[in-house]
């Protein structure tokens, strides 16, 4: 068994037993009963691609800091991924760099 699929393997377990078991978040349309999926598969996925776009942007900002300037191409390699996808990385980024700031601003203001 290789690391990612242990780490892949470990957060199926923890999230399996942390997630609340009654709480649909599948909106289910009575009239279509063909297309129903588990909840609960549902959501691990989602978390899945939650943490493994997490741990890009983790790298990706690692090597923004090392790097004062880089070609999009040349990041795009280091990171094993195409140009477009790069782009949908940097807009991530922008948007958690923007959600702390924001979240940190607020509780600075309200004097907690």
């Given at each position: 068994?290789?690391?990612?699929?242990?780490?892949?393997?470990?957060?199926?377990?923890?999230?399996?037993?942390?997630?609340?078991?009654?709480?649909?978040?599948?909106?289910l349309?009575?009239?279509?009963?063909?297309?129903?999926?588990?909840?609960?598969?549902?959501?691990?996925?989602?978390?899945?691609?939650?943490?493994?776009?997490?741990?890009?942007?983790?790298?990706?900002r690692?090597y923004?800091?090392?790097?004062?300037?880089?070609?999009i191409?040349e990041?795009?390699?280091?990171?094993?991924?195409?140009?477009?996808?790069?782009?949908?990385?940097?807009?991530?980024?922008?948007?958690?760099?923007?959600?702390?700031?924001?979240?940190?601003?607020?509780?600075?203001?309200?004097?907690?």
């Open positions: 068994m290789k690391k990612g699929e242990l780490a892949d393997a470990i957060l199926e377990t923890l999230f399996l037993f942390a997630c609340p078991k009654f709480i649909n978040s599948i909106a349309d009575s009239d279509q009963r063909e297309g129903i999926i588990d909840p609960t598969s549902h959501d691990l996925q989602t978390f899945q691609i939650m943490v493994k776009s997490e741990a890009v942007v983790g790298t990706l690692s923004l800091k090392l790097y004062k300037s880089i070609e191409d990041l795009a390699r280091f990171l094993g991924v195409e140009k477009v996808v790069l782009r949908e990385l940097f807009l991530v980024f922008e948007n958690k760099a923007k959600t702390s700031q924001l979240r940190g601003w607020r509780w600075k203001g309200r004097g907690c």
